[in-house]
């Protein structure tokens, strides 16, 4: 059942944008801050075997003109690394749909994530939710902070959202 609602899960995730709104307007100037912990139990390509929790910190900033930047902070343990992107990168991975926020990662090898936020209406507070999906019979592979592929033995799971909204552009 699990395997089915992650196939599910990845075939939602892909589908394609079907007219794409405009960022609204109680958005402009404002920074959307979206924190979480992903865990995956996997196997590196040498055998060492991993389950530690990376967090990731993802800021988006909504210009006054709409358009979306976006910066992914990830860390496990020693390892880190920070990717800013401009609206020339995040127009395709971005859209918004009524009161909600919808971004698609597939910068794994194989596998996919879609974040999705949920503003209320007055877009003054948000919340987030991540989903983890991939294709039926494929294994959900990355390219782990240390360099080294992995393997999942099953989907990454995604806990502890947290999103906020504030004035300004954090970058």
Known sequence: MKAATAVLGFSALLLPCIE?????AQLYNK????SYSVTANAV?????????????????????KGRIFSRSDRQVGRNSDSVERGPEST???FRFDGNRLIGV????????????VSFDGGFQSCTASIVMGRENGKAFKFKGLNG???TATGVPTVSTPSCSIREGNPF
């Open 44 to 64: 590196a390509e040498d055998g060492t075997v991993s389950n530690r929790p990376r967090t990731v910190q993802r800021t988006l900033y909504v210009s006054s």
């Open 20 to 24: 794409a709104q405009a960022a609204p």
């Open 31 to 34: 920074t959307i801050s979206i």
């Open 91 to 93: 127009s395709g991975a």
């Open 105 to 116: 990662n597939t910068n794994f090898i194989s596998g996919a994530g879609q974040l999705i």
């Open 148 to 150: 080294q592929i992995f």
